[in-house]
């Protein structure tokens, strides 16, 4: 029974991927097989990577996916068939509504636009860095643990910088926010650090 399932899924899916080259289907170059789109699962059949293979074949994002998939995919409601220009735009605008571009956050609030640089530039950082974002500081937030906090405070300690709770509040703000969030108090924060006793 699974297998004359999964043979008329088989007919339907050749039946449906015959067509117009690019436009119905794109077809791989290693082994010419018709699909949808030529993602990092398929590629990975022929132990090669996307970007690899996109430099190998000369091949942009854009070529790797069937035309009709994306107008299929554009049915969706919250998603546009961005190329590159339009969706560093679209993650421009995110920003300046929302005020951050964090991955956990645009999978949340803008799942299509996060899978769509993903898919566009190849992983997030590069994406984040098409649009003109410092992957690192967008990602500082997230990562503010206790112990990163204190060695923060230690670095400025070594550098000389000034350590009363105004400037760093206003000079440091991520650090600051996420020493009152594990210390509940910048002064308990720099006892931790070994700065106050």
């Known amino acids: 029974m699974g297998y004359?399932?999964?043979?008329?899924?088989?007919?339907?899916?050749?039946?449906?991927?015959?067509?117009?080259?690019?436009?119905?289907?794109?077809?791989c170059h290693?082994?010419?097989?018709?699909?949808?789109?030529?993602?990092?699962?398929?590629?990975?059949?022929?132990?090669?990577?996307?970007?690899?293979?996109?430099?190998?074949y000369h091949l942009t994002s854009d070529?790797?996916?069937?035309?009709?998939?994306?107008?299929?995919?554009?049915?969706?409601r919250g998603y546009s068939p961005h190329g590159k220009s339009e969706w560093i735009a679209a993650t421009k605008t995110f920003y300046e509504k929302h005020g951050k571009v964090f991955a956990k956050y645009l999978q949340h609030h803008s799942?299509?636009?996060?899978?769509?640089?993903?898919?566009?530039?190849?992983?997030?950082d590069k994406a984040l860095r098409a649009a003109g974002f410092d992957p690192k500081t967008m990602r500082l937030r997230t990562f503010w643990d206790q112990d990163r906090i204190i060695k923060e405070i230690r670095n400025s300690r070594d550098k000389n910088l000034p350590l009363y709770a105004n400037y760093v509040?206003?000079?440091?703000?991520?650090?600051?926010?996420?020493?009152?969030?594990h210390f509940h108090s910048w002064n308990k924060a720099l006892v931790a650090a070994g700065i106050n006793k």
């Open 111 to 124: 799942p299509h636009l996060y899978r769509q640089g993903v898919w566009i530039f190849g992983d997030w």
């Open 30 to 56: 290693i082994c010419g097989d018709h699909r949808r789109v030529i993602n990092s699962q398929h590629l990975s059949k022929h132990d090669i990577d996307r970007e690899t293979y996109m430099e190998e």
């Open 4 to 27: 004359a399932r999964q043979r008329r899924r088989l007919r339907w899916r050749r039946r449906r991927l015959d067509g117009d080259e690019g436009i119905d289907f794109v077809r």
């Open 169 to 181: 509040m206003k000079n440091h703000p991520n650090l600051f926010s996420g020493a009152l969030r």
């Open 63 to 76: 070529e790797l996916i069937a035309k009709d998939f994306r107008v299929l995919q554009s049915s969706r």
